[in-house]
């Protein structure tokens, strides 16, 4: 016996803050990405909250049409030094 599928919706209101994610959501002329921590899921608010590394993304979750868990960032590179 399979489960079923989760919506994307389902998948945000069971992940735990912390979790690194992308949420694709619709916005005006097509979709766009939030790659980032899952902050916040408020259900009963309709919203979620992604940090990038820009800045806290509210995401309406009447928006969301793709989410799921990725693997943490690698680590950033140091500054280069002169040869």
Known sequence: MTSPLKTPQDFLA???PGTRV???YRIEGGVTDALGDLISVSVTGGECTVRTR???VLIPLVLVVAAKEVPPAPPRRGARSPV
Request: hydrophobic share 45%; net charge positive; no cysteine.
């Open 14 to 16: 069971g992940t735990a």
């Open 54 to 56: 820009r800045a806290d």
């Open 22 to 24: 992308v949420v694709r």
